[in-house]
């Protein structure tokens, strides 16, 4: 018999992964876009890549996302279903709604992704990279909104974090770990 969602604690359907996201096969993967929508590097450019012009089509008419906002579209080549393109903040400090910015652009994701049906979902590790915010801060903001978010949407079944390197897994891991210990 399958375990009813809703009686799993919220971090248990959270899971850390080694990998390229572009590959998963999930409801819908997250991306890690900039408010213009425009593409860039990193894993912004990877899903462009990977998924084909589709994606991009449905970015330009759509136009613009407010950082800790998040929009969607369909998922091309992708194995996914859909991109959730969410917009993490700049980092800047620490002085500038970075904290709150990171955590809701997780809460809307994980929003639109109930709101289209999704039950499993795949995040990287958003504002990490080009957009300079530190791993160890990032952690537990960004697994802390997800728990959040999954205590009020039990449908959604699974979440799974997915970075390109251990040494970015190991500190989701740490900050799930003490997450796990404050629940
Ligand atoms: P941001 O501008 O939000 O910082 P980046 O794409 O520069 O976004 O980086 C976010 C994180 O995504 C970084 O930790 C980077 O190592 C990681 N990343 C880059 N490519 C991929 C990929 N193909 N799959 C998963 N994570 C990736």
Request: aromatic share 2%.
């Given at each position: 018999m399958q375990a009813d969602p809703?009686?799993?604690?919220?971090y248990e359907r959270i899971e850390l992964a080694l990998g390229d996201i572009t590959?998963?096969?999930?409801?819908?993967?997250?991306n890690a876009a900039n408010s213009a929508l425009r593409g860039g590097g990193g894993v912004d450019g990877a899903i462009h890549r990977a998924g084909g012009p589709e994606i991009m089509a449905e970015c330009r008419k759509i136009g613009y996302c407010a950082p800790g906002?998040?929009?969607?579209?369909?998922?091309?080549?992708?194995?996914a279903?859909?991109?959730?393109?969410?917009?993490?903040?700049v980092w800047q400090g620490g002085g500038a709604d970075e904290e709150l910015l990171l955590a809701?652009?997780?809460e809307r994701a994980?929003?639109?992704?109930?709101?289209?049906?999704?039950?499993?979902?795949?995040f990287p590790a958003i504002s990490t990279g080009a957009y300079g915010y530190p791993a160890r801060l990032a952690a537990p903001v960004a697994l802390a909104a997800t728990n959040d978010a999954l205590i009020r949407l039990p449908r959604i079944e699974k979440v799974r974090f997915v970075f390109v390197?251990?040494?970015?897994?190991?500190?989701?891991?740490?900050?799930?770990?003490?997450?796990?210990?404050?629940?």
């Open positions: 809703t009686q799993v604690a919220a590959r998963e096969h999930v409801d819908a993967i997250v906002e998040a929009v969607i579209t369909a998922a091309g080549k992708l194995p279903r859909f991109v959730i393109h969410a917009v993490g903040p809701s652009c997780h994980l929003e639109l992704a109930r709101e289209h049906g999704c039950r499993t979902v795949a390197d251990e040494e970015m897994r190991g500190v989701f891991e740490q900050a799930l770990a003490l997450l796990e210990k404050s629940a």
